[in-house]
């Protein structure tokens, strides 16, 4: 109607989840809504919760939603009528509070609901976190790694078509280093802490598995080395390099990255990455290129392809004898110019 305008539907169809911008509807851009429990055979609408920015959907076993409300997770159950604070007893919170945009902190993401329908597993800034439904006993079941060695963990689905996670079985995990850089997978059981399958210099595509065989295809690269496709087992090892789509890049010289630490004027520990040109020699002094604009030291390990574009392509002015600083960014909000 004029008021709910989209339902999201269960995976049953039986339940909907209308949501309603209206009365918060003006001339600044906002995201708040109101939100609806609808029975698809009745019509008949119930209120769950007024005002809030962010949602995680519906369950796939058609019995729950998942919101987010003054940085604490909840559930709303469709059949009991009943909402849970599914992270209040949890030592961590489940948002960015770093995040410099001027709205409300991000929530890290949902990884999937269980297959037995009795919890979800929700990112942490580095670990994953085991919620039950039920709101009690939350479980990092990382084991606090991701904390620990400033790694962030994510599940990887590997199969388009899952609907949950199966955590009676080994769960596929993504890894990046925070202040390494590094990244890589590893392999987690639940009960124990996960297992290194491969972690190195270098950045990773998401990998994609064939359907009727354990074989993974994925890109790796820096920013010497052009994102080729690689084939290995699900434990990648014994990786073969099946492309080899940038032949002619020995032709030029390239130069090559590395990572700067520092603070700014405030005491905050931030990194930087230094593009170094060709044939760098050390003493020498070279022209310097700075690109600034929220955090860049994420991009170390980023293949950078010469291309016409909107913004500076770091191996061309590299190949031209430039060093190209890019450093992280931390806005004071309302104040993005003097940050």
Do not use: C, M
């Given at each position: 109607d004029k008021n709910i305008r989209t339902i999201t539907l269960?995976?049953?169809?039986?339940?909907?989840?209308?949501?309603?911008?209206?009365?918060?509807?003006?001339?600044?851009?906002?995201?708040?809504?109101?939100?609806?429990?609808?029975?698809?055979?009745?019509?008949?609408?119930q209120l769950i919760i007024k005002g809030i920015r962010q949602t995680l959907g519906v369950s796939p076993h058609s019995r729950h939603f998942l919101y987010l409300q003054n940085k604490h997770i909840w559930v709303y159950d469709f059949k009991k009528g009943t909402k849970t604070n599914l992270s209040s007893e949890a030592p961590v919170v489940f948002v960015d509070e770093e995040d410099d945009h001027p709205d409300e902190k991000p929530i890290f993401g949902l990884a999937?609901?269980?297959?037995?329908?009795?919890?979800?597993?929700?990112?942490?800034?580095?670990?994953?976190?085991?919620?039950?439904?039920?709101?009690?006993?939350?479980?990092?079941?990382?084991?606090?790694?991701?904390?620990?060695?400033?790694?962030?963990f994510r599940y990887l689905k590997l199969d388009a078509e899952e609907k949950f996670i199966n955590t009676s079985k080994p769960l596929l995990l993504s890894a990046y280093g925070e202040w390494t850089k590094k990244s890589g997978f590893y392999s987690l059981k639940i009960g124990a802490e996960p297992?290194?399958?491969?972690?190195?210099?270098?950045?990773?595509?998401?990998?994609?598995?064939?359907?009727?065989?354990?074989?993974?295809?994925?890109t790796r690269e820096t920013f010497t080395d052009f994102p080729d496709y690689y084939v290995s087992g699900l434990d990648f090892s014994n990786a073969k390099r099946i492309t080899d789509a940038n032949p002619q890049q020995k032709e030029y010289g390239w130069g090559h990255r590395i990572l700067i630490d520092y603070s700014n004027s405030k005491g905050q520990k931030l990194q930087a990455t230094l593009t170094l040109p060709a044939g760098y020699e050390e003493g020498k002094k070279y022209p310097m290129l700075v690109y600034f604009y929220e955090k860049m030291s994420q991009r170390l390990h980023q293949y950078s392809m010469p291309t016409y574009d909107d913004r500076p392509h770091m191996s061309t002015y590299a190949s031209d004898g430039y060093l190209v600083l890019m450093p992280d960014i931390i806005f004071e909000i309302g104040k993005p110019g003097t940050s």
């Open positions: 269960t995976h049953e169809g039986k339940w909907g989840v209308g949501r309603d911008d209206k009365p918060y509807l003006s001339d600044v851009e906002t995201r708040q809504a109101d939100y609806y429990a609808i029975d698809t055979y009745t019509g008949k609408r999937g609901w269980t297959k037995d329908g009795k919890a979800v597993i929700i990112n942490h800034k580095y670990d994953l976190w085991l919620l039950p439904l039920d709101g009690k006993n939350p479980t990092n079941i990382t084991q606090s790694a991701g904390s620990r060695e400033k790694i962030r297992q290194k399958l491969i972690y190195t210099d270098k950045h990773f595509s998401s990998p994609l598995k064939s359907k009727k065989a354990d074989t993974l295809i994925y």
